[in-house]
């Protein structure tokens, strides 16, 4: 016992100095960190014999083997502790001492699942984050994160981003980084690098996302489907339903307070406010950009007419007719339609290039860095090659 409590005063001291470490480590020692965190006051008991243990710290044993429980990163350092926090709840489980009501199946089943992939050459498979890998020389490579279109995806993803998102926007274990990611926007990128910046700023987000539970992309949606009713929340699947998988509807006058859904008045308020609401303002004259208009711009050859007509007439209209917190540069990123806006535009990107191989240089030989960024376009301009080794796609 008395090593454990070792090692978790030695990961907070790493934590602290990971900045620069590859983001996979990095996550792993922040996930330990949080997990273990609460189980702290247990290992000190265990360690002075104040035997037997109190239900209240075998709740809080509870709480670490419940974070442990859910994906966060691949890694062989975070296996190593589920492991170990899993032989030490079996341990109290069945000891005279201690914590007789301890679940300690889930962690298990988790370990079983999450890491018999069975990896058979050239074949495709999800690692337990989710992202497809390919399978080379019997181990996982080439992983790819895939964003889904969220009206397409099932509801319990759709749960388990809208629940991450709320917790980023409270929970103090994640709300400073998240409070530095909405102060990013107010500064507005250059429109040259409006791609590859608005890329670098949706993984700033998933990132973060990714540390509460690492199955979590940022949803795209795809309203010029059905730009026809892009308002519509009655349907299950719509973006603006009221369920615990939507983003609820409209705002409500005379504030604008969205008043349904998880992002309603009183379960959701935007942070650097003093406790704003979700403000939403549908414009319902408005005609956003349907499949027609948007296989149009996808086979314009010129990579600035393109950009431009995306910016204007494809970006600018959603954020305007959507209204209230979107409207406004500053709060946009609180709102989560923002992401699932610029996800959607990033695909619109990937899809673009496919069609015009080779069609822009400019973005390569910029020496210029993007401004809050600290990185230069062309980091940003392969999504299948990105910074720390992510790769990304889009399902259709
Ligand atoms: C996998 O693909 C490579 C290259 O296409 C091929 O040489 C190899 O035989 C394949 N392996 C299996 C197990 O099919
Ligand atoms: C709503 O959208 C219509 C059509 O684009 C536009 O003419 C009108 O000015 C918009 N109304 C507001 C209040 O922005
Ligand atoms: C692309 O369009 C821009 C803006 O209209 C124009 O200035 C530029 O010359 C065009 N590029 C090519 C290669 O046609």
């Given at each position: 016992m008395l090593y454990l409590q070792l090692w978790f005063i030695v990961f907070f001291g790493l934590v602290e100095k990971s900045m620069s470490m590859h983001q996979d480590q990095f996550c792993q020692l922040k996930a330990i960190q949080e997990c273990l965190y609460p189980s702290l006051g247990l290992l000190e008991a265990i360690e002075s014999g104040?035997?037997?243990?109190s239900m209240k710290e075998c709740d809080l044993l509870q709480t670490s083997i419940g974070c442990f429980s859910v994906p966060r990163c691949p890694g062989n350092l975070l296996k190593a502790f589920r492991y170990l926090v899993l032989t030490v709840g079996t341990t109290l489980k069945k000891s005279q001492y201690a914590c007789p009501n301890l679940d300690v199946e889930t962690l298990g089943n988790f370990l079983d699942k999450g890491y018999s992939v069975k990896c058979e050459d050239n074949k495709s498979v999800k690692d337990i984050c989710d992202r497809s890998c390919k399978c080379k020389n019997g181990k996982l490579d080439s992983c790819y994160r895939v964003r889904k279109e969220f009206t397409k995806m099932s509801l319990e993803e759709r749960t388990r981003f809208i629940k991450a998102f709320k917790m980023v926007s409270s929970d103090p274990r994640y709300i400073r980084e998240h409070e530095r990611i909405g102060k990013v926007h107010t500064v507005i990128p250059a429109m040259e690098t409006f791609f590859p910046w608005h890329r670098w700023y949706t993984l700033e987000l998933e990132n973060l996302l990714r540390q509460v539970d690492c199955r979590i992309t940022i949803p795209y949606w795809d309203w010029s489907k059905d730009a026809e009713h892009w308002?519509?929340?009655?349907?299950?699947?719509?973006?603006?339903?009221?369920?615990?998988h939507g983003l609820g509807g409209n705002g409500v006058f005379?504030?604008?307070?969205?008043?349904?859904?998880?992002?309603?008045y009183g379960e959701y308020s935007l942070p650097q406010t003093n406790g704003d609401c979700l403000k939403r303002n549908f414009n319902y004259s408005c005609k956003l950009p349907n499949a027609e208009k948007k296989e149009n711009i996808l086979h314009e050859a010129n990579y600035t007419v393109f950009r431009n007509t995306i910016v204007k007439h494809h970006h600018g209209p959603f954020h305007k007719c959507v209204?209230?917190?979107?409207?406004?540069y500053v709060t946009?990123?609180?709102?989560?339609e923002f992401w699932l806006l610029h996800s959607y535009l990033d695909k619109l990107w990937v899809k673009w290039k496919r069609r015009n191989e080779?069609?822009?240089s400019d973005l390569r030989d910029s020496t210029k860095i993007m401004v809050m960024t600290g990185h230069h376009p062309w980091e940003y301009h392969d999504e299948d090659h990105l910074p720390g080794g992510v790769k990304i796609s889009y399902e259709e």
């Amino acid at each position: 016992m008395l090593y454990l409590q070792l090692w978790f005063i030695v990961f907070f001291g790493l934590v602290e100095k990971s900045m620069s470490m590859h983001q996979d480590q990095f996550c792993q020692l922040k996930a330990i960190q949080e997990c273990l965190y609460p189980s702290l006051g247990l290992l000190e008991a265990i360690e002075s014999g104040n035997e037997p243990l109190s239900m209240k710290e075998c709740d809080l044993l509870q709480t670490s083997i419940g974070c442990f429980s859910v994906p966060r990163c691949p890694g062989n350092l975070l296996k190593a502790f589920r492991y170990l926090v899993l032989t030490v709840g079996t341990t109290l489980k069945k000891s005279q001492y201690a914590c007789p009501n301890l679940d300690v199946e889930t962690l298990g089943n988790f370990l079983d699942k999450g890491y018999s992939v069975k990896c058979e050459d050239n074949k495709s498979v999800k690692d337990i984050c989710d992202r497809s890998c390919k399978c080379k020389n019997g181990k996982l490579d080439s992983c790819y994160r895939v964003r889904k279109e969220f009206t397409k995806m099932s509801l319990e993803e759709r749960t388990r981003f809208i629940k991450a998102f709320k917790m980023v926007s409270s929970d103090p274990r994640y709300i400073r980084e998240h409070e530095r990611i909405g102060k990013v926007h107010t500064v507005i990128p250059a429109m040259e690098t409006f791609f590859p910046w608005h890329r670098w700023y949706t993984l700033e987000l998933e990132n973060l996302l990714r540390q509460v539970d690492c199955r979590i992309t940022i949803p795209y949606w795809d309203w010029s489907k059905d730009a026809e009713h892009w308002t519509r929340g009655s349907e299950i699947e719509d973006t603006w339903n009221e369920g615990p998988h939507g983003l609820g509807g409209n705002g409500v006058f005379p504030l604008g307070c969205v008043m349904n859904g998880p992002f309603k008045y009183g379960e959701y308020s935007l942070p650097q406010t003093n406790g704003d609401c979700l403000k939403r303002n549908f414009n319902y004259s408005c005609k956003l950009p349907n499949a027609e208009k948007k296989e149009n711009i996808l086979h314009e050859a010129n990579y600035t007419v393109f950009r431009n007509t995306i910016v204007k007439h494809h970006h600018g209209p959603f954020h305007k007719c959507v209204g209230g917190t979107l409207a406004f540069y500053v709060t946009a990123p609180y709102s989560p339609e923002f992401w699932l806006l610029h996800s959607y535009l990033d695909k619109l990107w990937v899809k673009w290039k496919r069609r015009n191989e080779g069609s822009h240089s400019d973005l390569r030989d910029s020496t210029k860095i993007m401004v809050m960024t600290g990185h230069h376009p062309w980091e940003y301009h392969d999504e299948d090659h990105l910074p720390g080794g992510v790769k990304i796609s889009y399902e259709e």
